[in-house]
């Protein structure tokens, strides 16, 4: 099936979290990195915990519900900001923020979502951290849900390529959870969908969950080997995490396919670097500089004299 994918095969690092600020802007931030970083395995229980209420609850997995959260912070610019952030781009209904003891407070109505936990859990982390990049901490989230009458979305074969265009289009929202649904509904009516389980990748990513991304990428290039944009991606996600041996193998096995991607030839030279072999990596960046990379150029003049 033909159809537009992410490409998302730039000279990229993967980050566990976001990027640590320096001490000025840590001191003035009200919702800090270590702090982001501390809560970020409790805001994936709080999902859990939530999940496993419903379901006690009587949920049925894939019921649609619509949420209420909570953000504060310790400005109603940065509150108002985030609002107006998430009443544009996700589509919520969001309240003025307002003075809530010694912080201040914003309440919203979500979109509705099919409920099962992977679609909480990675719903539930992008609100996290879009809260963070905002300077806002998500500071809980709820639901009314009638279990008796439950509704959900249809799961007609035809509607493959809505979901995945509804995925992509969220995705450019940066409504990372829900483009991960979206994609999530492409699998399950497509089992055999490489571009889905490769655009559910980059989002998981993004959301620091790189186990359950390169996962993804694995199912992509399992079910479609010659897929070079996922192989790269793998690859990178690898050598950030440790593996230059497994990033190694692929940078080859997509130059192998692709002899002109300079994607490839520049990051398998940060593998090379990372291992040690610098005279391999400068040869590498001078190829993908050769090839067009711009930033090749910039590796080469830091380590290759």
Known sequence: ????????????????????????????????????????????????????????????????????IVYISDSKKKLDSLGGFLTQNYGFKMKSSAKAGDHWEMAGDTKPIPVDLENLLYWALDLYVKGFAFDCRLDGYGAMMDHRKPEFLKMDPTLEVHYFKAGLDAYNKRDLGSAIINWTLVTKINPNDPNAYYSRAIAKNELHTWKSALRDYDKAIELAPNFVDAIVNRAALKDNNGDYKGAMEDYNRAIELKTDNPVAYFNRGNTHLNLG????????????KELGSQSADERMKEHCH
């Open 277 to 288: 072999d610098k005279k391999l990596a400068c040869a590498d960046w001078s190829k993908a």
């Open 1 to 68: 099936m033909n159809r537009v994918v992410l490409q998302f095969t730039v000279s990229i690092v993967f980050f566990c979290c976001p990027t640590k600020e320096n001490k000025a802007q840590t001191m003035t931030r009200y919702f800090t990195h270590e702090e982001f970083v501390s809560n970020f395995q409790k805001e994936m229980v709080s999902a859990q915990d939530v999940y496993n209420q419903f379901k006690k609850n009587g949920l049925t997995d894939n019921a649609l519900g619509t949420f209420d």
